[in-house]
C-alpha cells in the first residue's frame, strides 16, 4: 500500500490512490482463498470486502480530506492576497497542527497588510499634500506617479498617469522643459502668464523599482522662501537703524530744547530759525524711524472671518474708487484675515492708484471669487511702472516719489504673503497699473 501511493499515477487523487491500494491489498491477501473456494464465490466475498473497506475508508478519511480541501482554498486566498479566511479544523493531528499554522500565518500576514494599507494611505495623503511637486517616470519617461503640485506646475487638470513627461514638460514651459532635459540639481527660473518671475529649485535622481529604473524629479517653489529670508534680512537692517536713530534722537532733543531757552534770553532772530530747523528735521526723522519700525515689527495676523462688502463700503467712505464683483463667495468657503491688515492692505494700494497721476475716478477695486481663492484687483489710470521699477518696487526702502519712504508696497507684500496669498503687478493694456491680490479661502 505504501508502495502504490509513492507510485507516480498521474491523474489520480490522494484518496484514489488510497482506494486502489486497499482494493489491490485486498486482493493481494485473499489469494489463498481463491485455492479454498471457487471463484465465483472468491470474487463476491472480495467485491464485498473492497465495497466495505472503501466505505469504511471514506469514513475514516472523510475529515481529513476536508480538511486538505480547507486548506488548498485558504492557501488559493493567500495567492490572491485575501488573508481573511482561518480554518476551523481543530484536531490534534498533523493536519490539526498544520491548521494551526495556517491560521497563524493568516492572522500575522492579515494585521501587516492592513499595516502596510495605512502606510501607503498616509503616505500618498503626505505626496499629495506636499507642496514640492513630484513625478516619477519610468525608464521610458512615461509618468507612473505624480501628485497634484505636478499637476499644477505642468499646467495640467487630468491625470499624468501614462504619458510622456518630456512632451508635457515641452508644452508647459521651455524653460521648464531645459532644466529637465539637462538633467540639473538646482536653481531655474520660470514666468508663468501674467505673474512675477518664480525662482525653483529641481532635485532628481533614478532609484529601482520592480527591477526597473524609474527617475525621481522633485520641483520645489522657493520664491516665497527667498523673499522671507530677504524681508527677514531688510528688517534685521531696520531694527539696527532705528535702534541706532532712536539712540541718537533723544540726546538731540534734549539739547535743542536747553538751546531754544537760552536762544530766548538772547533774542537772536537767527539762532531761533536755527533750532526751528533742527526741530523739524528731528520731527521728521522719528516719524521716519516710527514707519519703518511700523514694517519690522508687524505683528502676525490673527484671522477672523472677514465680510469684503462691508470692509470695502467703509473704504469708499474715505476714499474714491468703483466696487464691481463678478460671482460671488462658494457658501462652503469664507475669507480668514486680520481686518485691520487687510484695511491697511487696500489704503495703501488705493493711496498708490490716487497718486500715479491718473483720473481717480477711473480707480475700481474688482473681486472676482473661485473654489480657492478670492482675487482682488485695484486698477488706475496712470503712467504705469516700467520693468525696472516694476521689478523693485515690493523691495523695502525703493520708491521713485521725492518724498516716499519704499515701504508701502513693501508693507502690502509682508501682509499678503503673511496671509499665505501672493501680489502682483502688471501693466494694463488700456494704460495704467493693475495690483492683483490673491488670498486663501477656508471651508466653513
Known amino acids: 500500500m505504501i508502495l502504490i501511493t509513492k507510485m507516480k499515477l498521474p491523474g489520480l487523487s490522494i484518496a484514489q490512490k488510497l482506494q486502489l491500494s486497499l482494493a489491490l491489498t485486498l486482493i493481494i491477501v485473499s489469494v489463498p482463498l481463491l485455492l479454498v473456494i471457487g471463484w465465483q464465490t472468491w470474487l463476491s466475498v472480495l467485491s464485498s470486502a473492497i465495497l466495505a473497506g472503501a466505505g469504511i475508508l471514506k469514513l475514516l478519511t472523510r475529515k481529513l480530506f476536508a480538511g486538505l480541501q480547507a486548506l488548498e482554498s485558504g492557501l488559493l486566498n493567500f495567492k490572491d492576497s485575501d488573508f481573511s479566511t482561518l480554518l476551523a479544523y481543530q484536531n490534534n493531528d498533523e493536519l490539526g497542527r498544520l491548521c494551526h499554522l495556517y491560521n497563524e500565518a493568516a492572522e500575522q500576514l492579515r494585521d501587516e497588510k492592513q499595516w502596510i494599507y495605512q502606510r501607503e494611505l498616509m503616505l500618498d495623503k503626505v505626496l499629495h499634500s506636499a507642496p514640492q511637486a513630484l513625478l516619477l517616470t519610468d525608464d521610458k519617461g512615461i509618468v507612473v506617479f505624480s ?153 502676525a495676523p490673527r484671522l477672523q472671518p472677514v465680510t469684503l462688502s462691508q470692509l470695502l463700503a467703509r473704504l469708499q467712505a474715505h476714499w474714491q474708487f468703483s466696487c464691481t464683483q463678478t460671482n460671488v463667495l462658494p457658501q462652503s468657503r469664507q475669507l480668514l484675515a486680520d481686518a485691520a491688515q487687510l484695511e491697511q492692505l487696500l489704503i495703501n494700494l488705493l493711496k498708490n492708484a490716487h497718486e500715479s497721476g491718473g483720473d481717480p475716478g477711473a480707480i475700481a477695486i474688482e473681486v472676482r471669487f473661485s473654489a480657492q481663492h478670492v482675487l482682488l484687483s485695484i486698477v488706475d489710470a496712470g503712467q504705469g511702472m516700467s520693468e525696472h521699477i516694476m521689478a523693485n518696487a515690493l523691495i523695502p526702502f525703493y520708491s521713485t516719489k521725492p518724498s516716499g519712504t519704499g515701504l508701502g508696497l513693501a508693507l502690502c507684500r509682508e501682509i499678503v504673503e503673511a496671509h499665505h496669498g501672493h501680489i502682483y503687478l502688471k501693466n494694463r493694456p488700456q494704460g495704467g497699473l493693475c495690483v492683483e491680490v490673491r488670498l486663501p479661502l477656508t471651508t466653513i
Open 147 to 299: 501628485n497634484h503640485s505636478a499637476k499644477a506646475l505642468l499646467n495640467c487638470e487630468h491625470n499624468l498617469e501614462g504619458m510622456k513627461l518630456d512632451k508635457l514638460a515641452q508644452q508647459a514651459s521651455p524653460a521648464l522643459h531645459a532644466a529637465m532635459s539637462d538633467a540639473m540639481d538646482g536653481l531655474f527660473e520660470l514666468q508663468p502668464d501674467g505673474t512675477d518671475k518664480q525662482t525653483w529649485h529641481l532635485s532628481n535622481g533614478e532609484l529601482l523599482l520592480n527591477n526597473q529604473f524609474h527617475h525621481l524629479y522633485i520641483f520645489k517653489q522657493l520664491t516665497r522662501e527667498l523673499n522671507r529670508q530677504e524681508v527677514a534680512v531688510w528688517k534685521k537692517v531696520i531694527r539696527i537703524i532705528s535702534h541706532e536713530l532712536n539712540n541718537s534722537l533723544g540726546p538731540i532733543s534734549s539739547m535743542l530744547h536747553s538751546g531754544k531757552i537760552l536762544a530766548s534770553k538772547l533774542e537772536e532772530a537767527r539762532l531761533e530759525r536755527v533750532f526751528s530747523t533742527i526741530d523739524e528735521r528731528i520731527r521728521h526723522l522719528t516719524e521716519f524711524v516710527q514707519g519703518y519700525g511700523k514694517f519690522a515689527k508687524l505683528p
